[in-house]
């Protein structure tokens, strides 16, 4: 049977990069039925909001969605539509791969992280006020029932996934209360997996500078909101950039696939974007429908063709437009057997 899912293009570089993924995503053999709906800045003078409501009743129908990115006014103006979708439909984990790809020229050829962000609360409950005219406040929201949900997400993915360590990221030593009801929160769970999954913990700064040193002692790692949106752009760069990185954001009820990448507004509707980061999150979303084996299909394809170099886009150093990258990862896929276990998984 076909698998429902919910298709957002956004906006900016989103509509020609959800295109390329949704076709690519068919030629995969895998069955399914896009409902298409829109949001962001544009559906606000026929909706009277970026996000109509039958934007979250098409996720919650189909629990599963694949969205572009849609650009959020700096300053003032709407509230995100990613962070509001995040908390509308409870997507409480923001699972962020970072793996190093051949063809791809980085620093490091062996970095395998694997960011696990809070994407509930943190600095972005949106809580915030003006203290008179000169001064601002913002509220950081922890709390312990959110902070031992993303650690056990943080765990049961390394067990399900084979990783053997879970780093806990914080700056407990100044936020003594809410970062160090985080750290609290992460030790009481590493306790349910000891001698299974190996536990420690980083203060934010010291991680960021051992993540450009020696990336390759880390595995998985869990944050708060804030430093899991900030650490997981710097895991992107140490494997080649926004262009190359996947994401999921995960709750009981749904999931949503995402690139962590914005809309990058100036390459809007010029063939140009690279696909790669959402065709990934498209390979992630495979494996929460129960397809593994044709997720593994995809990314080899996909790999295939980066490595290859010839049919890439200008961040990976070629020149081929986000369609044409696509169409070759499409013919890669022809050329790999769709048969058998794969097809059926
Ligand atoms: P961005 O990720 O859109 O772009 C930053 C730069 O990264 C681009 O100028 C481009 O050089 C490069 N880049 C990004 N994606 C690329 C791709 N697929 N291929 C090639 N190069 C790529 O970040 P920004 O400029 O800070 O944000 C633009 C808008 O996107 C903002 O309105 C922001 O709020 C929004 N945003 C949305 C999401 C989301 O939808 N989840 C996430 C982040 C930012």
């Not at 390329?20 to 026929?46: N, Y």
């Not at 914080?170 to 936020?175: E, P, Y």
Request: glycine share 10%.
């Amino acid at each position: 049977m076909a698998h429902r899912v919910t298709l957002i293009p956004g906006d900016g570089i989103g509509p020609e990069l959800a295109e390329a993924t949704r076709r690519v995503l068919d030629a995969t053999g895998i069955e399914f039925e896009w409902e298409v709906v829109d949001a962001g800045e544009a559906m606000i003078a026929a909706h009277g909001t970026p996000l109509p409501d039958g934007v979250l009743e098409s996720i919650r129908r189909n629990k599963v969605a694949i969205k572009g990115p849609i650009t959020t006014p700096v300053g003032e103006g709407f509230r995100s539509v990613n962070v509001t979708l995040r908390q509308a439909l409870g997507l409480y984990a923001n699972l962020r791969p970072a793996r190093s790809m051949q063809g791809v020229v980085t620093r490091f050829s062996d970095v395998d992280l694997v960011i696990v962000r809070e994407n509930t609360e943190d600095l972005y409950a949106g809580i915030e006020h003006r203290v008179g005219r000169d001064a601002a406040e913002s509220i950081k929201i922890i709390t312990r029932e959110a902070s031992e949900r993303i650690a056990r997400f943080a765990f049961e993915y390394a067990v399900a996934n084979g990783r053997r360590k879970v780093t806990a990221v914080h700056k407990a030593n100044i936020m003594k209360l809410s970062d160090g009801l985080f750290l609290e929160s992460a030790r009481t769970v590493a306790a349910d997996y000891e001698g299974r999954v190996e536990f420690e913990d980083r203060i934010v700064d010291n991680m960021c500078m051992q993540l450009v040193q020696k990336p390759e002692l880390y595995d998985v790692l869990v944050l708060p909101n804030l430093y899991g949106d900030i650490v997981s752009d710097l895991a992107a760069g140490l494997v080649g950039g926004l262009g190359v990185a996947p994401g999921a954001n995960i709750g009981t009820e749904a999931a949503v696939f995402e690139a962590v990448h914005g809309s990058a507004p100036k390459y809007a509707g010029q063939n140009k974007a690279n696909p790669t980061a959402l065709i990934l999150s498209g390979a992630l979303m495979l494996r929460h429908l129960g397809h593994p084996d044709t997720a593994w299909r995809l990314e080899d394809a996909l790999r295939a063709v980066v490595a290859e170099g010839r049919s890439v886009t200008y961040d990976l150093g070629g020149n081929a437009g986000t369609s044409q990258f696509a169409d070759a990862i499409i013919e890669r896929l022809g050329a790999s057997t769709p048969t058998g276990a794969a097809a059926a998984t």
